[in-house]
T-cell receptor
């Protein structure tokens, strides 16, 4: 079974600085997707970024980028120029690329605090 | 385009009762999945429906059930509620495989 591990329960960053959130995963599959979701106090899970395992190029969405190391099964999220609105719980998640299932496997989450 | 809508937002029930939660997916999305979020266990997959058929089920007791209607709206039912069922229940919809999941705001269930 696939597992996702986030080793940092909490992180903090100063506004305008850069922070990296860590995620490792375990799978025997070769084709899959990885995600970072953000959950603010409003409770809604918001998709931050998505990475296809077959793509070597790291995904980027504005201030958010990932460092995807397939061999090491590592998928970290870098947030540049941190803003107060980035404060939230961040979840790393895995889903198989095999058809017939939309089952996300989540890590336990990292609570990010942004200090003004 | 309207997002995923979950109703109600909050529910308080007593042990032994049953509860039904509702989820309306984004228009055009045929896959609806449900997750339970608790401080101790984190986010756990409950089940997924696609075109009214359950495609996948998580490791939850039979007290947890669901269904999907022809308009893709989904309901989740929990019977004989236990204190441990207190959680945030999240619904997500997608177009299907290879498409990202979009989540609703969740239903906060408290069992007393």
């Amino acid at each position: 079974a696939q597992t996702v591990t986030q080793s940092q329960p909490e992180m903090s960053v100063q506004e305008a600085e850069t922070v990296t959130l860590s995620c490792t995963y375990d799978t025997s599959e070769s084709d899959y997707y990885l995600f970072w979701y953000k959950q603010p106090p409003s409770r809604q899970m918001i998709l931050v970024i998505r990475q296809e395992a077959y793509k070597q190029q790291n995904a980027t969405e504005n201030r958010f980028s990932v460092n995807f190391q397939k061999a090491a099964k590592s998928f970290s999220l870098k947030i540049s120029d941190s803003q107060l609105g980035d404060a939230a719980m961040y979840f790393c998640a895995y889903i198989t690329a095999q058809g017939g299932s939309e089952k996300l496997v989540f890590g336990k989450g990292t609570k990010l605090t942004v200090n003004p | 385009k309207a997002g995923v809508t979950q109703t109600p937002r909050y529910l308080i029930k007593t042990r032994g009762q049953q509860v039904t939660l509702s989820c309306s997916p984004i228009s055009g999305h045929r896959s609806v999945s449900w997750y339970q979020q608790t401080p101790g266990q984190g986010l756990q997959f409950l089940f997924e429906y696609f075109s009214e058929t359950q495609r996948n089920k998580g490791n939850f007791p039979g007290r947890f059930s669901g269904r999907q209607f022809s308009n893709s709206r989904s309901e989740m039912n929990v019977s004989t509620l236990e204190l441990g069922d207190s959680a945030l229940y999240l619904c997500a919809s997608s177009l299907g495989t290879d498409s990202p999941l979009h989540f609703g705001n969740g239903t906060r269930l408290t069992v007393t």
